[in-house]
């Protein structure tokens, strides 16, 4: 049998492979398994020899963070310029990984303090998060959860699955379960079909998403038999994560048009990084092509503060201004919302460009992408619809801004707790 590492260069040279060879290369379970998590591998692949400080260093990182990249992903590298390549830089370690910055959090978005059940984030008022996978195909350099992503220990377990299943069950305002991980797509046709099986027959659940990179880094492991569980599920949706217009392969458009067929909405949440995407660029190609493969790009988020990210993360103002690149500019289907995910856990929170400039009583000044600026005149005489009734029937408190703004009760101001003159009240 050949080995993993010569097929990849016969590819990189564009040989054809034997029959045996695309049989193997095609088989995601010959991809994980064959997954590249030597360095020495690495250093055949691409001709180079590291030398022994890069070498221990690259070592130590992958004690902190497991390195492990399909072939297939691998194989899309630039041979020639493989240090500069945004695929090579999202798969390989980088020493800058064991750095902690000032900022840095081990759990930024907190999904340990708003997890009622092991493995269930609950941090919206109508929707979930259920990480029902710890392993992924690929392991990007700049997840999140990379402190639990590959961390044998917090592998869910069967027993810990029902306890999430049954908090969905009881908790009856919870209309959107996500599914995540880890990748849910590395779990086998047969158990995703038990999860979204038991999920189905709950009866408030109005629908489900699968949060999955496998279109980026393992094509090959939308099958047609999982195609075949997908479909039996009506309401799913699923995300995936192209951060870069070379990541849609002839492959990855296969399998994203297996996926459309079967009638599955498609959105993609794209990460911005430091010397990968950070581009008006390149971004613009990306969601053109997502576009053309039916795929809403859906976020864009700001890399988190999770520890050893530093190298990743870019100002804020880089993703305004690839915003201000893309509204106007391009098919409004194909931008983003450009998020920031707020540390200490608060969820997503959209920025981007200010379109509004000034107000007055009745007159609103708005500018568009070009620079135009008008004026919108507000109706003389509007009287508001009231939610007060709809309110008063559910018996749902608006929360929030949202709770400020309606007349649900006579709340006027949002305290934030520990203020001392309130306390002194
Ligand atoms: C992102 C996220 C969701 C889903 O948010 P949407 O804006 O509805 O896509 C739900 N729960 C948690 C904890 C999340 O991080
Ligand atoms: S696929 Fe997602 S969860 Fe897995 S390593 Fe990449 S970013 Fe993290």
Sequence with gaps: ????????????????????????????????????????????????????????????????????????????VDPVDFKNDPVFKQAFPDKRELDIAKYDMADPLAEDKDSPVEGVTHRYPDRVLLHISNTCAMYCRHCTRKRKVGDVDSIPSKEQMLKGIEYIKKTPEIRDVLLSGGDPFLLSDEYLDWILGEISTIPHVELVRIGTRTPVVLPYRITDSLIEVLKKYDSLWLNTHFNHPREITEASKGVLKKLVGAGIPLGNQSVLLADINDSTDIMKQLVHKLVQNKVRPYYLYQCDLSEGLEHFRTPIGVGIEIMESLRGHTSGFAVPTYVVDAPGGGGKIPVGPNYMLSWSANKVILRNFEGVITTYHEPDAYKQTSNKLIQDATGIKPIGIQGLLSDFDDSITLTPSGISRREKE
């Design 1 to 76: 049998m050949q080995k993993v590492v010569e097929i990849i260069k016969q590819r990189q040279r564009g040989q054809l492979l034997s029959e045996e060879a695309i049989a193997l290369w095609q088989d995601w379970k010959w991809q994980v398994k064959h997954s590249i998590r030597e360095i020495s591998q690495v250093e055949e692949i691409f001709d180079v020899k590291l030398d022994a400080y890069q070498s221990n260093d690259i070592e130590k990182t992958i004690k902190s963070f497991p390195m492990a990249i399909t072939p297939y992903y691998l194989s899309l």
